[in-house]
Nanobody, 119 residues
Framework: QVQLVETGGGLVQAGGSLRLSCAAS????????MGWYRQAPGKQRELVAV???????NYTDSVKGRFTISRDNSKNTVYLEMNSLKPEDTAVYYC?????????????WGQGAQVTVSS
């Protein structure tokens, strides 16, 4: 099992910045990636950014150049630095950890952090 605890988020004006943190604990050795998803009201959850165990990163097009995902292995923590925020970035942001097992892939989720960007 993997436990994820998110911190950060809040209310910010358009053009501002926020940082989300996700501290992981438990069965970490078999994780293949960690990332951030978001879900806006009435919309499906979407991938925002992911960082693999090898350090590769990937971003959804709408946040490229504005968001940065990073990790601190010594703290088992993943961060999402969000700059130049737009009202359309408003959503609940969820930390994700993906584990590979013999039977397949298992996803773990944080509790969610509300990010609200005012215009």
């Amino acid at each position: 099992q993997v436990q994820l605890v998110e911190t950060g988020g809040g209310l910010v004006q358009a053009g501002g910045s926020l940082r989300l943190s996700c501290a992981a604990s438990g069965r970490l050795f078999s994780l293949i990636s960690m990332g951030w998803y978001r879900q806006a009201p009435g919309k499906q959850r979407e991938l925002v950014a992911v960082i693999t165990s090898g350090g590769s990163t990937n971003y959804t097009d709408s946040v490229k150049g504005r968001f940065t995902i990073s990790r601190d292995n010594s703290k088992n923590t993943v961060y999402l630095e969000m700059n130049s925020l737009k009202p359309e970035d408003t959503a609940v942001y969820y930390c994700n950890a993906r584990e590979i097992r013999i039977a397949g892939v298992v996803d773990y989720w944080g509790q969610g952090a509300q990010v609200t960007v005012s215009s």
